[in-house]
């Protein structure tokens, strides 16, 4: 298990820089770029919405949480592309799971774009359901949940 932590200010560059790195295979895919890479990244650090996961002083995960009424919402969950197949993404949901718990929260949400059927994959296998789908800002997306024990 490798560390995670809040990040800082300092942290917005890499941030954003693993962040492209990790969507930029989407784009041709879905015909822009992705939520994630056109967000402001700063924000959301300042607003404490972002965790990196660290190896030594790199940055090859992340994972964006909003508390929502009744739900912690995952709005993005980035790895370093030379980082995946290492679990890095079974450990941020982890984290999200643990955060929601602590705050006395009962589900964790995420949605994807309809078009990274990778990523809804991934989400099944690690407990989500799909609950709904929409279109919103010009894309389809899938909604999923995760209830807590």
């Not at 650090?45 to 992340?62: A, N, T």
């Not at 949480?65 to 679990?87: C, K, N, Q, Y």
């Not at 955060?99 to 296998?125: F, P, W």
Request: aromatic share 6%; net charge positive.
């Amino acid at each position: 298990m490798l560390p995670i932590r809040p990040a800082k200010a300092a942290d917005a560059p890499a941030v954003a820089a693993l962040t492209d790195a990790a969507y930029a295979h989407y784009v041709p895919r879905i015909g822009r770029k992705p939520m994630p890479m056109l967000d402001d990244h700063a924000a959301r650090i300042e607003r404490g919405e972002v965790h990196v996961l660290e190896q030594g002083d790199e940055i090859l995960g992340l994972i964006s949480l909003i508390e929502e009424p009744g739900s912690l919402l995952i709005f993005s969950v980035a790895i370093a592309p030379h980082a995946r197949g290492r679990g890095l993404v079974r450990q941020l949901i982890g984290f999200a799971e643990t955060e929601a718990r602590r705050l006395g929260i009962s589900s964790v949400q995420l949605y994807t774009n309809v078009k990274m059927v990778e990523n809804q994959a991934i989400y099944r296998h690690l407990g989500f359901v799909e609950t709904r789908r929409a279109t919103g800002d010009g894309l389809r997306r899938v909604f999923m949940e995760k209830r807590l024990a």
